[in-house]
């Protein structure tokens, strides 16, 4: 039932799911940069806009190869604080450990913009958590990527499609979604 009346699945589908469904959807952008080496130089850093930066991936290079093993997060410090940290500096310890011969860089992800019912809108820091765990839970099929929290499960009341661009060379889908969509 539909507005008091009946409409059968395959026209609900067809004809009004944007109307009934788009609300509530919300479509993210997010631009992966080139890879940076991972060590303690950070003036790069210091040269990029970082307002809209919030997320980060480790990855493992060797020649054209590439491996994607962290997705990690960064809100309210500076993406080369977080990856300063001493339980970060351990979880490098450790990939470079397990990746003997490959080289660790890190990307950066811009967010670029967010589209709610067709209108761009200021996406809360606060959800920031969820594209991270959506975007761990989505790659978790990748053998490399060695985030432990957030792999085995994600839950949120809201419909949510990440398009990645940039660079995907270590195997990051191009796009990845939670919620009912359809092409």
Known sequence: MVGGKHIDSNTLMRENYKR???????HV???????????DDWSVLSKIDQSHIFLYKIIATRGDNHKLLYIGMSEKQAIEKRLSQKDHLTKQQQMREANKGWRLQYCLGTYVYHTQNGVDVPWALKNIRLLEKLLIITHSDIATLTNKVGVNWFSTGAWVRIYNSGFLKDGMKKEVAYGLFYR
């Open 20 to 26: 009934l469904f788009d609300e509530g959807i919300a």
């Open 29 to 39: 952008r997010i631009k992966w940069s080139k890879p940076f080496p991972l060590n």
